[in-house]
């Protein structure tokens, strides 16, 4: 499956984003996907998942309360709505998908997934 991610720019501290992540090539449906972010710097992070459903998602921490991941099967697109956002959310953001046949249906692991998308940049002015 090929993911493009889309949706980043510059925003001002307070205000919000959507991020999506489209895919082609396979049955989306199949997939779990996942959010993660890099920072100049530092080391890729987890932000959220959602399962193959949509019924099921997780946050990290950090973001939680503050973004929303939900998924459109008939688009074949997994968005990530950014509110209240912080100078330490800028980042690029990546999308990536993976099969989970078993247990909760998601993964915070980065190596957990098998695609991935070309990074959105989002810049959080203060």
């Known amino acids: 499956v090929q993911l493009q991610a889309s949706g980043g720019g510059l925003v001002q501290a307070g205000g919000s984003l959507r991020l999506s992540c489209v895919a082609s090539?396979?049955?989306?449906?199949?997939?779990?996907v996942g959010w993660f972010r890099q920072a100049p710097g530092q080391e890729r992070e987890f932000v959220a998942t959602i399962n193959r459903n949509g019924d099921s998602y997780y946050y990290a921490s950090s973001v939680k309360g503050r973004f929303t991941i939900s998924r459109d099967a008939a688009k074949d697109t997994v968005y990530l709505q950014m509110s209240s956002l912080k100078s330490e959310d800028t980042a690029v953001y990546y999308c990536a998908a993976a099969v989970f046949s078993s247990g909760i249906g998601w993964s915070r692991a980065g190596n957990a997934y098998d695609y991935w998308g070309q990074g959105t940049l989002v810049t959080v002015s203060s």
């Open positions: 090539g396979r049955t989306f449906s199949r997939y779990a």
